[in-house]
């Protein structure tokens, strides 16, 4: 069956293969369209949707899983010490042994799967911006030490974009991270500014060492927090704090003017270390 159907009213009209005397709605008047059906109709309506390519597991993910296999190992020990503590005094030691390990696995794992949960809250986020940016997911570049958790490359130019989903209240003094415990205020172990930077200029030096002449070009840094526990009281000079919903409206936002063939060969040389490519095919 084909369908002639308004796009101001949603009212369709069942055809046949003479229509041509029949070609506005009798509802608003509007001009009807020709559909073969009705997927073809609201795949046209919902607009082009971002596709996803994704190779193996991310930087978190695996960590999360070598913490998720000492646990296991864990749980194994303390099974051998529960059936033979009767028999020997090793198997309290064993046992002894298996609980460290389910703890130590257990708190780490729990923490990695909470950065996993940002980053795909990120990334949602992420997967709003228009057809003409590509979103990198999980990238890490040879020889570098821990992984870029999102970037993107697009007209107003590029991002690296490092999410963190913290627990208590932090205070954000230029480059500093403090973390605020009631009254008291000590500097924070983690510096997400710091990090940041550190990726994009890892970035920078994998773009320039492949030939890209970067020199003109700005890549923005961004940290951000998936829960409102910060406050920024000295503002960074070299990157932004940004809550993830606010990250696509201050790409868009963005007025530099990018070299577009800079951006072309950037996307190619990314592309083959990100975990997650998002883009969208039109």
């Known amino acids: ?52 390519i994704a190779v193996g597991k991310g930087y978190a993910e ?3 899983s070598r913490y998720n296999f000492i646990l296991i190992v ?23 042994i298996g609980i460290g390990l389910i703890y130590y696995g257990y708190n780490n794992a729990k923490s990695w799967n909470k950065g996993i949960k940002g980053e795909y809250i990120v990334a949602e986020y992420l997967n709003q911006l228009p057809e003409d940016y590509f979103v990198f997911n999980d990238v890490k570049f040879p020889g570098s030490y821990g992984n870029l958790d999102h970037v993107v490359v697009g007209p107003t130019g590029i ?57 003109e070009v700005w890549i923005n840094s961004i940290v951000t927090l998936i829960d409102n526990n910060f406050k920024i009281e000295q503002k960074p000079k070299y990157y932004n704090v940004l809550f993830p919903s606010n990250i696509p409206q201050f790409i868009l936002n963005s007025n530099r003017k990018i070299d577009m063939d800079i951006l072309k060969e950037a996307v190619l040389l990314i592309e083959p270390y990100c975990i997650e490519l998002s883009y969208m095919n039109v």
């Open 1 to 52: 069956m084909r369908y002639l159907i308004c796009d101001n009213c949603d009212v369709y009209y069942e055809v046949d293969e003479d229509f041509n005397d029949f070609d506005t709605c009798e509802n608003c008047g509007n001009k009807l369209n020709f559909y073969s059906s009705f997927d073809e109709y609201y795949n046209k309506k919902s607009g082009p949707q971002r596709e996803k």
């Open 62 to 64: 695996k960590k999360s």
């Open 74 to 96: 864990g749980a194994i020990f303390c099974l051998i010490g529960l059936f033979g503590f009767i028999v020997t005094f090793l198997s309290l030691l064993i046992l002894i």
């Open 159 to 215: 991002y690296v974009i490092e999410t963190k989903n913290y627990n208590g209240f932090f205070l954000v003094k230029g480059n500093e991270w403090f973390y605020k415990n009631n009254s008291r205020v000590k500097k924070a172990k983690g510096q997400p500014g710091k990090q940041v930077m550190a990726n994009s200029l890892s970035l920078k030096k994998f773009l320039e060492d492949n030939g890209v002449n970067i020199g």
